[in-house]
């Protein structure tokens, strides 16, 4: 009887516990990864940085690049 009282409370307390894990998850947007496998999720996660790249670079090489545009002349 003493076993069952102790494998009653194991079983509630690790009810309890997946149940907080779960409801912190969802509170704070966290990802759940039990079986703690790579997940791409951190990855997926990030801004996207392509934007300002782009905006680095001149729209059209050849209109601003006063090199290129003695080399065409030339030419």
């Not at 912190?24 to 790579?38: Q, W």
């Not at 300002?52 to 050849?62: L, N, V």
Request: proline letters at 5%; glycine letters at 8%.
């Amino acid at each position: 009887m003493a076993s069952s009282i102790g494998s009653l409370k194991r079983v509630l307390a690790e009810a309890a516990v997946k149940g907080v894990t779960e409801a912190r998850a969802k509170i704070f947007g966290h990802v759940l990864n039990p079986t703690g496998k790579k997940s791409p999720h951190k990855i997926l996660r990030k801004k996207l940085i392509g934007d300002k790249i782009a905006e680095w670079y001149p729209r059209d090489i050849m209109k601003g690049d006063p090199s290129i545009m003695k080399r065409t002349e030339q030419d």
